[in-house]
């Protein structure tokens, strides 16, 4: 059975840090794009992160950009999102998605549900202040 799972989500104070793990199972991500996509109450779905297959390339969206690392451990079929200095706009549920074929337009990140083949049932991440 494929399936992706997110965990590491919680509660925690503005400028503290918190780390997503993503486990994948029932197949190989080793050869996929991992994306990580937020949606929050009243805005618009944002792809935060990504990072390639082969090169393991990343990319940010502006506004984690500095702040969020993706990262990826093929030989764990794992993928991750260390988020420091966290802010209160960072509260949303967390997603992580994966593709075999999907790529990185413009250093845009997919965010879309037709562009990754799987994802992940989310996790809450909420910042207080």
């Known amino acids: 059975q494929v399936q992706l799972v997110e965990s590491g989500g919680g509660l925690v104070q503005a400028g503290g840090s918190l780390r997503l793990s993503c486990a994948a199972s029932g197949f190989s991500l080793d050869s996929d794009l991992i994306g990580w996509i937020r949606e929050a109450p009243g805005k618009k779905r944002e792809a935060v992160a990504c990072i390639t297959s082969r090169e393991g390339s990343t990319y940010y969206a502006e506004s984690v950009k500095g702040r969020f690392t993706a990262s990826r451990d093929n030989a764990m079929n794992m993928g991750y999102l260390q988020m420091n200095s966290l802010k209160q706009e960072d509260t949303a549920v967390y997603y992580c998605?994966?593709?075999?074929?999907?790529?990185?337009?413009?250093?845009?990140?997919?965010?879309?549900?037709?562009?990754?083949?799987?994802w992940g049932q989310g996790t809450q991440v909420t910042v207080s202040s």
């Open positions: 998605a994966t593709s075999r074929w999907s790529v990185v337009n413009g250093a845009a990140c997919p965010r879309e549900t037709h562009e990754y083949d799987y």
